[in-house]
């Protein structure tokens, strides 16, 4: 079963975890933009200084910066049978980047997940991984704006996968394992 993905899902929607844990299951690597860019800043490259003023606000860090990235990842060897792409595409001009990309590599994506939970939920979880975290875009104020950009900017790309039959949705509430277990059903009904 090829297994190029994408997952989408508001901050605390868990997508992350998810993510890793399809990974796992499919034995593809996981790709997520946002643990590239922290890696990169802790390390203090030249990548995540310039990355980590945007991160901190909660802003999306420039495309120039983050589709040569992304490019430069999805052509590793790890990454040529599959990948699950976590926090990529965020806007509808990354959404044609990653087409473009894909293709130059002779291949495209099989389906884009999308894990939802609702806002009070969301606001609950990102308030408690404040706490136990210490991210630097966890505070109140980053949190709302980056929720904001998702709602204006990310959650619109869901109808554009959808009109290209590529779209799974998963309900995001519920114990870890059983929203694995179904994004996992869901993925191989639409496999096939
Ligand atoms: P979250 O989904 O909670 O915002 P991520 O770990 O996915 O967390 O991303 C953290 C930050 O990294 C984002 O707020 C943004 O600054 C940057 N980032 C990640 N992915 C992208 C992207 N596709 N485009 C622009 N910036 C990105």
């Given at each position: 079963?090829?297994?190029?993905l ?32 922290r ?44 990948f699950i ?22 291949t ?19 308030r ?23 709602a ?10 959808a ?30």
């Amino acid at each position: 079963m090829s297994a190029r993905l994408v997952i989408m899902g508001p901050q605390g929607s868990g997508k992350g975890t998810q993510a890793a844990r399809i990974a796992e299951h499919l034995g593809v690597p996981a790709i997520s933009t946002g643990d590239i860019f922290r890696a990169n800043a802790k390390n203090g490259t030249p990548l995540g200084q310039r990355a980590k003023v945007f991160m901190d606000a909660g802003d999306l860090v420039p495309d120039e910066i983050t589709n040569a990235m992304v490019r430069n990842r999805l052509a590793e060897q790890d990454a040529a049978d599959g990948f699950i792409l976590d926090g990529y595409p965020r806007t509808a001009a990354q959404v044609g980047v990653l087409d473009e990309a894909l293709a130059s590599l002779g291949t495209k994506l099989d389906a884009v997940v999308e894990l939802t939970a609702e806002r009070a939920e969301l606001l609950a979880r990102l308030r408690k991984r404040a706490v136990l975290e210490g991210r630097a875009d966890d505070t109140e104020d980053a949190i709302s704006h980056r929720l904001e950009i998702y709602a204006e900017q990310t959650a619109p790309l869901t109808s554009h996968y959808a009109r290209a039959g590529l779209l799974v949705t998963v309900n995001g509430v519920g114990d870890l394992d059983e929203v694995t277990e179904n994004l996992l059903a869901a993925l191989a009904a639409h496999l096939g």
